[in-house]
């Protein structure tokens, strides 16, 4: 298959997908020829620090645009979809602050539904009709600088949530959230009808997904089921630990 070849049989193309994909970032290069097919509704990404999650979560929203090979959404380029990409794939950033762009909260939801062809006022209507449908109608004219990191991080969710494109990619979405925050984002994802891909190194959250892909140096060092996945990593991590103490 050459660089160019688009798979068009959408019936039985993954969700997403990636064909040889070459990525530098900086002196780096993170990928080197990796290819994954992304059918699963759950599929939980792990690995070290600098292994490669957050790059191919980049990848796979459109952010990053591989040095060679293709990613593909439903046997379409991602690359060569322009904006209609937001309808087919959407990301909630690490870093809240990297994804907020307006200055209230109803603002920023609204946002999201600008591909969807809703007119502004329109666009409003919904986002607030959808923050009291979660009994959050007084965060509406919030403004997003007054919120706490966990409370922007569940305000990116909810704007992701609402857009609902059809694949969701959270990069390490329960890093600032309390307990609660997280049992709720965890409920959330449980209940979500589009599929979702979780980076994260808290493994509770994702040993129960049916497919858990471990990166190490932008390789797939195991890729299966989460609980035999995680429990291999957290063996791995053991095993490095004991090696430091000796
Ligand atoms: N903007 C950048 N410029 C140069 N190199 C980068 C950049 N971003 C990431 N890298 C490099 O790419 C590699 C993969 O980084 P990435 O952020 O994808 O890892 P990660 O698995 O998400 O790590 P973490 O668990 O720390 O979030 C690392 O070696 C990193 O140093």
Redesign the pocket.
């Known amino acids: 298959m050459n660089s160019h070849t688009v798979v068009t049989d959408s019936s039985t193309a993954a969700a997403l997908a990636l064909q040889q994909v070459r990525l530098q970032?900086?002196?780096?290069q993170?990928f080197d020829g990796l290819s994954l097919q992304l059918h699963e509704p759950r599929i939980g990404l792990i690995?070290?620090?600098?292994?490669?999650?957050?790059?191919?979560l980049?990848l796979l929203c459109g952010l990053e645009v591989p040095d060679s090979g293709q990613v593909l959404s439903q046997g379409q380029d991602l690359h060569a979809a322009g904006a209609q990409r937001a309808r087919w794939v959407g990301m909630m950033f690490?870093n809240p602050d990297d994804q907020i762009i307006f200055p209230t909260v109803v603002e920023e939801l609204a946002l999201g539904l600008q591909p969807q062809g809703l007119k502004k006022k329109e666009a409003k209507a919904q986002a607030l009709q959808f923050l009291q449908n979660r009994g959050l109608q007084d965060w509406a004219d919030r403004a997003v600088t007054s919120l706490s990191q966990g409370q922007r991080q569940h305000v990116c969710w909810l704007a992701l949530l609402l857009a609902g494109p059809r694949s969701l990619l959270l990069?390490?979405p329960f890093a600032s959230l309390d307990l609660p925050g997280q049992a709720r984002l965890a409920r959330d994802i449980a209940q979500t009808a589009q599929q979702v891909i979780v980076?994260t190194?808290l493994l509770e959250h994702v040993r129960n997904f049916s497919r858990v892909i471990w990166?190490e140096q932008?390789r797939v060092l195991a890729d299966g089921a989460g609980s035999t996945v995680c429990a291999a990593y957290e063996a791995s991590v053991r095993a490095r630990v004991a090696a430091m103490d000796s």
């Open positions: 970032r900086g002196r780096t993170v690995g070290d620090n600098g292994a490669g999650k957050t790059s191919l980049r690490q990069d390490e980076s190194h990166l932008g």
